[in-house]
């Protein structure tokens, strides 16, 4: 049975506000629990239904302890409108950030992403393509909101995410030879740039594109061609998450 | 002023069933409203506020007739949680398909996309990469969808969008020498595989791929490879809107 306190409390993991006070999550559904109890990040507690014990969890590999609720229960605690058959709390992780992390890799860096399923699809693009950090501004979603979570279908897991001033990680990579690649309208062909196997994919918000503030960093801005046929009005912009799609599929395709 | 008949009636148009009956959909806010009335499309009635006449509709250089109305009275027809400062109100068209039409082109199908933002974005996808055409399901969303719609952000007037049984498609293109590249997990590497600067491409739902009954239309099988560096478990798809952005993308480069 779960307590009336307990539904309160991770009802309240909805707010990031109780997320950071208690450094917890939730995640829901069959894909991400299991992808998150097989990642091997700490799990606080698992609810699920009987059914689903015996029909789905039965079968993993991995265990974890858990606890048999009803499905009325579970309904009360599911921030779905289709509720999934397991719920499980973690612990948010903080990863810390060193330069030495990415200077050989391929990194994507975020500027105010701030749709968190957009996001969500991102850091699934990212575990597509292995990349293994993305760093974003502080002014992107909640990594651990759970629209994200449930949208990065477990990809969440695979990924180191890093929340820091995006000006402060430049400054940091200062005189490491690190490109940085900044999609910008005004940019060159990504077809025909030259692009390097490491370095940092910088993707700006929707609305307002990449901050002028980190501008000046940008070492090669990128564009993708559009190849709108209509006579008139052309698409005037790819979404964020087409872009960082498009651009890390281009990347990797030439590694 | 808005009569409680009109609010009634434009509420209803939320609903696909009484799109159907009327033959009318909503469109919302400055880009998409502007790039509507941009396309020639048959505009029935445009609601404004004097804020959004007098700043932005006055610059507009295609005029069509409206009607003023207060922020309040905007906000009963609104669907958006944020409603815009205009709305309209426009005739869905009914545009032929004929195998003609696509024989030369680069054509997108859908087989299932049930969710209106994916589809959307997918919308928004064929237009930046000059996809005039694109063939859905009978069970994909609704374009005319509120929130397909908005997703679009005007290309959804730049693309002529079929409603068929797919089967039937595939009946009429036979013979005609029109490659079919299926997206197919089980595919070849996009990146190596020949294509096509004409042709098919058909993208499945997310949740259950392409149908049965349309593989064996598919002549060609592509995939795009994942680079997933994880150890253990790896992201397992890319939904269905990342890999519509990725295989037009990979076709266009080398068009």
Same mark, same amino acid.
């Given at each position: 049975?779960?307590?009336?306190?307990?539904?309160?409390?991770?009802?309240?993991?909805?707010?990031?506000?109780?997320?950071?006070?208690?450094?917890?999550?939730?995640?829901?559904?069959?894909?991400?629990?299991?992808?998150?109890?097989?990642?091997?990040?700490?799990?606080?507690?698992?609810?699920?239904?009987?059914?689903?014990?015996?029909?789905?969890?039965?079968?993993?590999?991995?265990?974890?302890?858990?606890?048999?609720?009803?499905?009325?229960?579970?309904?009360?605690?599911?921030?779905?409108?289709?509720?999934?058959?397991?719920?499980?709390?973690?612990?948010?992780?903080?990863?810390?950030?060193?330069?030495?992390?990415?200077?050989?890799?391929?990194?994507?860096?975020?500027?105010?992403?701030?749709?968190?399923?957009?996001?969500?699809?991102?850091?699934?693009?990212?575990?597509?393509?292995?990349?293994?950090?993305?760093?974003?501004?502080?002014?992107?979603?909640?990594?651990?909101? @759970?629209?994200?979570?449930?949208?990065?279908?477990?990809?969440?897991?695979?990924?180191?995410?890093?929340?820091? @001033?995006?000006?402060?990680?430049?400054?940091?990579?200062?005189?490491?030879?690190?490109?940085?690649?900044?999609?910008?309208?005004?940019?060159?062909?990504?077809?025909?740039?030259?692009?390097?196997?490491?370095?940092?994919?910088?993707?700006?918000?929707?609305?307002?594109?990449?901050?002028?503030?980190?501008? @000046?960093?940008?070492?090669?801005?990128?564009?993708? @061609?559009?190849?709108?046929?209509?006579?008139?009005?052309?698409?005037? &912009?790819?979404?964020?998450?087409?872009?960082?799609?498009?651009?890390? &599929?281009?990347?990797?395709?030439?590694?």
């Amino acid at each position: 049975m779960i307590s009336k306190n307990q539904i309160k409390f991770i009802s309240s993991l909805q707010q990031k506000k109780f997320r950071k006070e208690h450094g917890l999550f939730i995640a829901e559904g069959e894909k991400v629990c299991r992808d998150l109890i097989e990642s091997g990040w700490v799990v606080q507690s698992v609810f699920m239904t009987e059914e689903f014990r015996k029909e789905k969890f039965s079968r993993w590999t991995k265990k974890v302890s858990y606890e048999i609720v009803s499905e009325k229960e579970l309904e009360k605690i599911s921030l779905l409108s289709t509720p999934q058959q397991i719920i499980a709390i973690a612990e948010i992780p903080a990863p810390v950030f060193k330069s030495e992390l990415i200077r050989n890799e391929l990194t994507l860096m975020l500027d105010g992403i701030k749709d968190p399923g957009n996001l969500g699809t991102i850091l699934r693009i990212a575990d597509w393509f292995g990349l293994g950090n993305v760093i974003c501004s502080e002014n992107c979603a909640d990594a651990f909101n @759970p629209k994200t979570v449930q949208a990065t279908m477990g990809s969440l897991f695979r990924v180191n995410i890093f929340y820091k @001033p995006l000006r402060e990680v430049f400054h940091e990579l200062s005189g490491k030879n690190i490109p940085v690649y900044g999609t910008l309208l005004s940019g060159s062909d990504i077809y025909k740039q030259k692009l390097s196997s490491h370095g940092i994919i910088l993707i700006g918000s929707e609305s307002h594109g990449i901050s002028d503030e980190l501008l @000046p960093f940008i070492t090669s801005a990128i564009s993708i @061609p559009s190849f709108s046929n209509s006579s008139g009005k052309k698409a005037d &912009s790819l979404n964020a998450a087409m872009a960082a799609a498009i651009v890390c &599929s281009e990347f990797r395709r030439r590694s």
